[in-house]
């Protein structure tokens, strides 16, 4: 019998050898997979025990924490953020549910996870700590994000709430110094840990017809008008067809379209110049019949390339939250070349597109590739990570560039020109500010309210900061996006 | 682990049922202790779980560390006393399980009671780990009655039937009464009356291993008997058959009216592991085999709650399962990973009857892949404490009977583990000394009690023949 009971034993032998490999496998093995299952209740809780690192707004002022985790009953981190609207386009939220925003792209950083980490998380283990993420410095200045967000605030007050958007930038950086969008959302009301609370909110936000939770600078599009006018100047004097900003250029009063009844005319049916104008001046007065002939003579292929050397029609641009393209659409048609030449027809624009216009110009005529996130920073302060200022390409020449900002500065200085009611240095505290205004029509047959464009760059001569501001609705360009953009820039500036 | 390897059993095994090699001292001290050692560690578990929870000693830690030591210490006097020359390890590896158990349930028990932290377990009251201990005691209690019993294992056999009669009428009554008195948290496998409840099938599962011991030493001849010969195997003669199909037929009326296929595995293995050891002929390990393996088939296309069973391990994340007790259990295993969260400190309280079924799945989140291993070490040299004592003895019937006893814990395991942690089919039945439960725990430290005595039988001196007195032999005539 023994020696049934030796084989027996080699069984049991055999039965405990694939226990104890089974379990090293799960517990060794399959912990990640494991722990990634959907609706794992034990990692979204230990999420909760671990303080998430902070979002500090470093790009200029004083700095400002806007995002934060505050420790409540039961050792449960609960997220806050201070000023929840100003600053929700940026931040978005972290909920039960999911985050969005930097909270969501830099999720690994500030929940603690990044491979990057390890180190400090190790260290955690001996020391006791709980795993504490690290923090996340933006370029964000709160200062000229505060102006962004109060300006369009009070102008909401008297016009009833109209969408708008404005994104400013460090020209020669990239370094985006404001990123705002309203009407926007309280993400504190998405923070909580109970999860009836975030359903009830979260629906109420979706349903709100205000769309609030629309990131306005980087996700959706608007007609550019008449700002689009900085790509065809650039395109007619890259390609040499306009010799320079003093040259003159075809303006008729009425321009027929080619192939087509339809008439292109001036704001207010206005004559401009002598029907012979210099470029700046055409530019200065926003003339659709100079630029819209003008296009027509570029062609539609020109445009576009030049249209896409600023960054058009590029699907693939992240800040690190990832960026609806701006379009200007393949057009052959002429008449539709025209068009598409003074901002109207089928281009779009997101207000960050807006900014990096007027950045590019800024800057020489080299475009840097716009970016949020400064530096990551470990609990302990040191610098995980930090991002250098990067080329996306040069898009003009630095000669095109000056003339074209030659043009910019004539918008706000000259009294004849588009802004110069609302952004010459007489409004804007002496500041020099190069800009130009857009009014795009929108709608069936152009019967919306037209969308309010402002793009610029300040001071004119040594620009530091460059603005692309949207006013869905907001009428005449210079009068509902400028006065955002100056304050902008006053705040900028250190004024108020 | 394996008796193979052992110096004691490995004479022994070129020799068939050979002669035991006798160790001169029981090592009774040396039991003594490591039992000290199971109740220090006991007592570490408890104030681990205090401080986990709430970083406070438990206020009831006198209690329970010095009632458990104090049963511990009444269960190695009564070893000194009945069985002295007994295995000195087997009685340390139960406490040491047990000791953990009882922590391991206060710690369940306190979950989100007071201010701890956690959520409240509601199938699990607020004195459960008392309780536990109060099963303890009973367990111990039948530990000496065993040993004071049963002075030789052979005494056993004199009741086969009688003893496996009431065994199957055990294993059966779950089967025949009402769902309302048999059946708790859906398994049908119970007896309760008034407050009470008992699983009968933990003392059956020892009845009948004494059954099948004393009908297979009476009948292992002719068992043995060749039949006819088929692909190189000794077919038994079709007149055999009988006892097997009638045990195969009873193990599938457990699996089909008590839902229960872990038990139902747990019969038939134990009967074939024996009757293998009775006859050593291949033939009927591989018929047996092939029998439940048709059986299960059958049973799992017929009855949608072993289907379903199949389901569940192949998906149990899918959609409607994510928070069953299966997905829990994986999840908090791997959440506790190599070292685990510390007792107090997980969440094991997520998974459906981590107290009983799926406790091994709360020691690997709180006591990580570590305590794991560590346990199903416990488990492996209790099994290999078993069948080295029944590789030892010299007795027939008690040879078999704790060859089954140790191989059916083996199987037990296998069974309990492998099923919580998704390596078979989930079946419920209870993981010996650890799981909540009194049924149980009485059971077990009965099993413990037989196979020390089966070791304590092996070991003993023989008696000296005095050589002085001439022809004067000393005969035993038991």
């Known amino acids: 019998m023994n020696r049934a009971i030796g084989r027996l034993s080699i069984v049991c032998l055999v039965m405990f050898v694939i226990l ?26 230990q999420a909760l025990k671990n303080q998430r690192g902070e979002i500090i707004a470093n790009g200029g002022g004083p700095q400002k924490v806007i995002a934060e985790s505050k420790l409540t009953t039961g050792g449960i981190y609960e997220r806050y953020y201070p000023d929840p609207y100003t600053f929700a386009p940026v931040t978005g939220y972290d909920s039960i549910f999911g985050n969005t925003g930097i909270e969501l792209s830099e999720n690994k950083y500030l929940n603690g996870s990044a491979a990057k980490l390890a180190i400090y998380n190790f260290k955690g283990l001996f020391t006791g700590h709980s795993k504490q993420g690290s923090s996340v410095y933006l370029t964000i200045d709160p200062r000229v994000q505060e102006a962004a967000y109060q300006a369009m605030v009070s102008m909401g007050q008297t016009d009833g709430g109209k969408p708008a958007a404005a994104v400013a930038i460090d020209p020669s950086t990239g370094a985006i110094l404001a990123l705002v969008s309203y009407p926007t959302f309280n993400p504190n009301l998405l923070a909580p840990i109970s999860s009836a609370v975030v359903a009830k909110n979260d629906n109420a936000l979706l349903n709100d017809r205000s769309q609030p939770l629309l990131n306005r600078a980087i996700n959706d599009t ?211 500010i190069a800009g130009k205004t857009g009014t795009a029509q929108n709608g069936p047959n152009n019967t919306g309210l037209d969308d309010a464009v402002f793009t610029c760059f300040a001071p004119a001569t040594n620009p530091q900061i460059a603005v692309g501001v949207i006013v869905q609705g907001g009428g005449f360009g210079a009068d509902a996006a400028a006065p955002i953009a100056v304050k902008m820039i006053e705040a900028f500036e250190g004024q108020h | 682990m394996s008796a193979l390897s052992d110096p004691l059993s490995g004479s022994g095994l070129s020799r068939g049922d050979a002669v035991p090699v006798p160790l001169p001292r029981g090592r009774r001290n040396a039991e003594l202790a490591m039992l000290a050692f199971a109740v220090a560690i006991m007592l570490f578990a408890f104030v681990n779980v205090g401080y986990g929870l709430n970083g406070h000693i438990p206020s009831g830690l006198a209690l329970y560390v010095a009632g458990f030591a104090v049963l511990m210490a009444a269960a190695h006097i009564a070893v000194r006393w009945l069985a002295p020359y007994a295995d000195p390890l087997l009685l340390p590896l139960a406490a040491m399980l047990n000791g953990l158990g009882i922590a391991m349930i206060y710690r369940l028990q306190e979950s989100g009671r007071g201010s701890n932290p956690g959520i409240q377990i509601g199938t699990l009251t607020s004195h459960a780990a008392l309780t536990q201990l109060m099963y303890t005691a009973v367990g111990v209690a039948g530990f000496v009655g065993v040993l004071a019993v049963v002075r030789e294992p052979r005494v056993l ?277 650890l799981s909540q439960g009194g049924s149980s725990l009485v059971a077990n430290w009965a099993v413990i009690a037989l196979l020390m005595r089966v070791s304590d039988q092996a070991r003993k001196p023989a008696p000296q023949p005095i050589q002085d007195e001439g022809m004067t032999q000393v005969v035993r005539a038991a």
């Not at chain 1, 517990?27 to 959907?38: D, H």
């Not at chain 1, 004097?237 to 339809?262: C, D, E, K, M, W």
């Open chain 1, 20 to 45: 104890l490999g089974w379990v090293n496998y799960l517990q060794v093995f399959r912990v990640n997979s494991l722990a990634g299952e959907p609706g794992n209740i034990r990692i979204l809780d």
């Open chain 2, 157 to 433: 056999s004199r009741y086969t039937y009688t003893l496996g009669t009431i065994g199957l009428v055990l294993l059966a009554i779950p089967a025949i009464l009402p769902g309302s008195l048999s059946s708790v948290n859906g398994a049908k496998t119970w007896i309760i009356l008034g407050g009470f409840s008992v699983e009968p099938g933990e003392f059956a599962k020892i009845l009948l291993a004494i059954f099948f011991a004393g009908y297979l030493v009476s009948k292992r001849d002719v068992l043995s008997l060749a039949g006819k010969r088929f692909i190189g195997i000794d077919l038994p003669r079709a007149r055999d058959m009988g006892p097997v199909l009638v045990v195969w037929a009873a193990s599938l009326l457990v699996l089909i009216f008590e839902s229960d296929i872990g038990t139902s595995a747990l019969f038939f293995g134990l009967f074939l592991a024996m009757l293998y050891i009775a006859t050593q002929r291949k033939s009927w390990l591989i018929i047996g085999i092939l029998l439940f393996l048709l059986g299960a088939d059958i049973a799992a296309n017929l009855f949608h709650h072993v289907g379903d069973r199949f389901t569940l391990w192949f998906h149990p994340f899918a959609n409607g399962n994510q928070y069953g007790q299966l997905a829990q259990g994986l999840e908090g295993m791997a959440f506790g990973g190599i070292l685990g969260t510390g007792l107090g400190q997980g969440e094991p309280f997520r998974t459906a009857l981590v107290q009983s079924d799926f406790i091994m799945t709360g020691f690997g989140e709180e006591l990580g892949l570590t305590g794991l291993m560590a346990i199903l070490l416990i488990f492996g040299l209790i099994v290999q404490r078993g069948l080295r004592a029944s590789l030892a003895v010299r007795d027939p019937f008690a040879k078999l009977l704790a060859g089954g006893l140790a191989f059916s814990l083996a199987i037990q395991i296998f069974v309990i583990v492998g099923g919580v942690s998704q390596l078979i089919p989930l079946t419920g039945i209870t993981t010996p000394f």
């Open chain 1, 222 to 432: 608007y007609p550019p008008g008449s700002t689009f006018k900085i790509v065809t100047s650039s395109t007619a004097f890259g390609t040499g067809t306009v010799a320079n900003q003093t040259s003159t250029i075809p303006a008729p009063q009425f321009y027929r379209l080619p192939g087509s009844t339809h008439v292109l005319t001036n704001d207010g049916n206005s004559v401009c110049g002598d029907g012979h104008p210099q470029i700046i001046l055409a530019f200065t007065e926003s003339c659709n019949t100079a630029f819209g002939k003008l296009g027509a003579r570029l062609g539609g292929a020109a445009l576009r390339s030049y249209a896409n050397l600023y960054d058009f029609n590029n699907p693939n641009l992240t800040i690190p939250m990832p960026v609806s393209p701006s379009m200007y659409p393949k057009v052959s048609d002429p008449a539709e070349t025209a068009i598409s030449a003074i901002g109207q027809f089928s281009d779009t624009v997101t207000p960050l597109e807006e900014a990096m216009m007027a950045a590019t110009v800024a800057n020489h005529g080299v475009l840097m590739r716009p970016y949020l996130v400064q530096q990551i920073r470990a609990p302990d302060q040191e610098v995980v990570q930090s991002t250098a200022p990067a080329e996306i390409r040069r898009v003009t020449s630095s000669t095109v560039a000056a003339d074209i900002t030659k043009m910019m500065i004539s918008v706000t200085h000259n009294p004849a020109g588009t802004a110069y009611g609302t952004a010459s240095p007489a409004v804007a505290n002496g500041i020099d």
